[in-house]
């Protein structure tokens, strides 16, 4: 057999079976082990997915141990630091970077998308007012479908091209009037001259009686923010995206399954989670007292927004917030913000401390960033929305990617450990 093989012998009968190994770009290599159940009539077992690579993917690579992210082969720090959001955008979607009349065209395309049908913001009015603004989103972005059904024939790549487009352009808009309604403030139409972000920002706040102004600080800590969140290869939303489309269900319906799993404080939920954290603890002097429930293994308190899967070294995206952290209180003139300070103790404690340490505890991209988008007027419960919005261009990539490589339908297999067969018993004759 040509190339690397791992061979493997299964103890109980003598056979033994050569596996491919393939290698990648960047990473660990990766055992082929599609014929391992044929050939031995085993399955593997691997929840969690802690030594399962589920896909071949193109776009995004982290080193957890070095603390690297990369899109498309580009440092997350490069992209954060000179790219746009937008720009980002085209990346992940076309795996270059674009040349300026290609990026003029690709925004053009996305800000003209902006608006939504109509109809779509008779639905707000069925929801609660006191409804999670991330329940809403599940359900309008799943609604996407029933109004864009244009679109939806996936095995037509056009189809998906112009599906992408409308997700990225609209989810903005959807989230924005999730919050508007939640408020009781009117809906405010997007306006398609704005770059992405400050256009999202202005949905958000503008009311039709003052003008909309925000410092150009801000909206850059937030398109960093967006940049940050666009992509993390194949985490929980991005493989409940992946496996949803598998069914060749559409992509709309493929995306709403990815914002409703990102809703979990493992996952999205966690910056929400962090804030909430931080005003319960209130002051620097009770840090002592959550660090010590964070390690009692009979609390289920976690100290939210450190510690990762993959990131076993500093997550490099916390890195970059929490440098725009410092920029945009400064900005407000609110560098003695109590909350800020009391995260940057927090840290440090954490950081010197054995159980953290031992663990490769550290702070995830959550930890800073609903610092800043509390610091711009960002209610908490916003957070998780704005991450959806951010990572709906990964989970659209990595869908497509998906449905163009023609992978088959995802279908894991299962260690059955339930009641074995048995008959049934009819009520009357049941003790
Ligand atoms: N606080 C205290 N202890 C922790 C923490 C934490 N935040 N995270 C992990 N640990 C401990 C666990 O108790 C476990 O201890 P043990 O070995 O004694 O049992 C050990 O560290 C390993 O933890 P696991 O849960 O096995 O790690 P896993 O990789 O499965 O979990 C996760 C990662 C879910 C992110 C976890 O670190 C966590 O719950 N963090 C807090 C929530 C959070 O910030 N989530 C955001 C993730 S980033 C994102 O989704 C954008």
């Given amino acids: 057999m040509a190339g690397e093989t791992l061979t493997i012998i299964d103890n109980r009968t003598g056979k033994s079976l050569e596996l491919p190994i393939q290698k990648g770009t960047e990473g660990p290599p990766v055992v082929d082990i599609t014929k391992f159940y044929k050939e031995f009539g085993l399955f593997t077992l691997d929840p969690g997915f802690l030594s399962t690579a589920s896909c071949k993917s193109t776009i995004t690579f982290i080193d957890g141990d070095e603390g690297i992210l990369l899109y498309r082969g580009y440092p997350i720090d490069q992209l954060a630091e000179k790219s746009s959001f937008l720009e980002v955008c085209y990346l992940l979607m076309w795996g270059e970077l674009p040349t300026r009349p290609k990026f003029e065209e690709f925004s053009k395309i996305v800000m003209e998308h902006t608006m939504l049908h109509e109809q779509m913001l008779n639905f707000y009015k069925g929801y609660r007012r006191d409804a999670h603004p991330m329940a809403i989103m599940v359900g309008m972005v799943g609604a996407m479908s ?3 059904h244009d679109s939806l024939d996936i095995q037509i790549p056009r189809h998906r091209e112009v599906s992408a487009f409308r997700l990225i352009a609209k989810l903005p808009t959807i989230a924005a009037a999730s919050y508007k309604y939640s408020i009781g403030q009117p809906f405010v139409y997007p306006k398609n001259e704005l770059g992405y972000v400050e256009n999202f920002l202005r949905m958000l706040f503008k009311v039709p009686c003052a003008k909309f102004t925000m410092s150009p600080v801000l909206v850059r800590a937030m398109e960093q923010i967006f940049i940050l969140h666009a992509d993390h290869e194949q985490n929980a ?13 559409n992509p709309f319906a493929a995306i709403s399954a990815g914002v409703s799993c990102l809703w979990g404080p493992a996952h999205g939920g966690a910056n929400e989670a962090v804030l909430n954290m931080l005003n319960e603890i209130g002051s620097v002097d009770r840090v002592g007292e959550y660090i010590r429930r964070a390690k009692d293994p009979n609390d289920s308190f976690r100290l939210m927004g ?6 076993k070294n500093y997550d490099p995206r916390a890195r970059i917030l929490k440098k725009a952290a410092h920029e945009v209180l400064a900005e407000l003139g609110r560098e003695d913000d109590p909350i800020f300070k009391l995260a940057l103790e927090l840290e440090q404690i954490a950081q010197s401390d054995d159980y953290f340490v031992e663990k490769k505890l550290y702070p995830n991209v959550d930890f800073y960033s609903g610092i800043i988008q509390s610091a711009i007027g960002i209610p908490t419960n916003m957070f998780t929305v704005i991450f959806s919005v951010a990572r709906s261009i990964g989970w659209i990539c990595q869908w497509m990617e998906m449905i163009s490589g023609k992978e088959s339908i995802g279908r894991p297999r299962q260690l059955y450990v339930g009641a074995p067969q048995r008959d049934y018993v009819p009520l009357h004759r049941r003790p």
Avoid at 237 to 249: F, H, I, K, N, Q
Avoid at 306 to 311: A, K, P, S
């Fill in 146 to 148: 029933a109004f864009y």
């Fill in 237 to 249: 939303s991005t493989s409940t995206v992946r496996l949803a489309g598998s069914s060749m269900a």
């Fill in 306 to 311: 450190f510690g990762h899967r993959v990131y």
